[in-house]
Each structure stands twice: as C-alpha cells, then as structure tokens.
C-alpha cells in the first residue's frame, strides 16, 4: 500500500468525507472527488477502514448514506450476494444485480471467485443456519433418520393386515422419515399404504460424507480388516504360549 493512499485511509477515517480525505492526501482540487470514489471502492482500503471502525456507507455509490453497506463489498456485488442467496443461481442473480444478460454467466463466475464475494456468501448462510439452528451434525442425523429407518419403528402386521403405531409413540425421528400415508377403504376393507423417503438416496449421501466411494476407500478398509486379523493371530499365538508355559510350570511344581 502507498503512503498516499495510507495518508488516504487515515484523513477519511478522521474526517469522513472522501473529498476532503483525498485532498489532505495530497491529491489535487480537480482530481480529489474521483479518486476518493475510486479509493473507497478498493478492498484493502475498505478493510482498513473497518479495521478502523469506519462503516462503509456510502452516498457516493448511489445509495442512501444510512443505509449499510457489506463491508468489502461494492453495492452491486453485495446485491449480487442478495439474489444469489435468494436464488442459487450465478448468471440470474448477476442479471438481477444489474450486470448485462450477456455477461452475465461470466460476471458470475468471477463474483463467485473473489475472495470478499465467496466470504460475504459463506458468512451469510452461516448466520442463516445459526438462526435456523442447522448444522452438519443436524443434517448427517436427518439423513441417518431416513437412511436406518426399519418399517417395523412405525407400524405393526399381521393376519389382519397392518398397523401404524401412534403418532405419540414413535420417535422424532421415525416419523420424520414418513413421506407419506394414506388409507383408502373398499369393499374388502381398508388399505393402508405407507410411503418412506429415499432410503438408498440417504445411505448414498451418507456415504459420500464418509468418502466410502471415493478411490481406495474399499482397499482400505480390506486392508484395515486384514491388519486386524493379523493383530488378532498374533494375540491367540501369545495366549497359547502363555497357557503352554502356565501348564508346563505347573506340571514341574507337581
């Protein structure tokens, strides 16, 4: 960083007005508005002016100055952020942002890419979970629930047909793993049909997040099995010669 641009940082963070800063600066009366601008628009100068306490918000940027602006971010990346959160979608949310439809797919790529976008996006949907109360134990367990459910946790059967428990006896997480249940009722009687969620698409799931499918993983675990059998050879080897050489000792004693 320049000592001007230092110089900058400091005056702005006394004085808060852009303008003013740059001309204590050192920059001339023509240039001072525009470079102010363009200083304030950097991201290592707005993360020194947060480090000094300074709230990015700017008038400058075509935005109310009471309104906050993320800090790092220009106010069309932070609206970036906005509809990406709200969308999922790079090219749509840098079109709704107010990027051109034709580089939009692009622009995308490259907001996702910088580091102050990607922190900005992973900060925000931190602060969702937490509000939500998610979190990766949360999640691996609702996928365990649909995963290990067992048709026998939620009803019983017989001669007479089936069953389904109370509601207030089964558990949170078996009648989480419900999909659907429907009774339809003819001349024979009543039907009862129960419908689970995805049973191979949790165990799948649960399987990527322990790297089960990834390359090697079979070899290692057949070679984890192998050691152990050979740890467990080798332990019965020893207990035979503990008992052997019990036996013999006590044989001498008699």
């Known amino acids: 960083m320049t000592p001007r641009k230092q110089r900058f940082i400091e005056e702005y963070a006394r004085l808060r007005n852009g303008k003013a800063a740059a001309l204590a600066a050192g920059y001339g009366e023509r240039c001072a508005a525009p470079m102010a601008s363009k200083m304030l628009r950097r991201g290592d100068v707005q993360e020194a002016l947060i480090a000094r306490g300074v709230e990015l918000a700017f008038s400058t940027y075509g935005v109310k100055p009471a309104t906050r602006i993320a800090p790092f971010l220009t106010v069309r990346q932070e609206r970036f952020v906005e509809h990406y959160l709200i969308l999922g979608k790079g090219a749509e949310a840098a079109r709704r942002a107010g990027y051109s439809a034709r580089s939009a797919g692009n622009r995308a790529d490259r907001l996702l890419n910088t580091p102050r976008v990607a922190a900005a996006i992973a900060e925000a949907r931190a602060e969702r ?60 009687g009543a039907r009862l049909r129960i419908k689970l969620f995805d049973k191979p698409r949790a165990l799948a799931a649960l399987a990527k997040h322990l790297g089960l499918f990834e390359k090697g993983a079979r070899d290692a675990a057949a070679r984890q099995e192998k050691q152990g059998e050979e740890a467990r050879q080798i332990l019965r080897e020893r207990l035979r010669r503990l008992i052997a050489s019990a036996r013999g000792d006590k044989a001498k004693k008699e």
């Open 129 to 188: 979970a937490a509000r939500m109360r998610i979190d990766g134990d949360h999640v691996l367990a609702e996928y365990a629930s649909l995963a290990f459910i067992e048709l026998g946790m939620i009803a019983d059967w017989g001669p007479e047909g089936v069953t389904l428990k109370r509601a207030d006896e089964l558990a949170r997480e078996d009648r989480a793993a419900i999909a659907e249940i429907t009774e339809h009722r003819g001349k024979s």
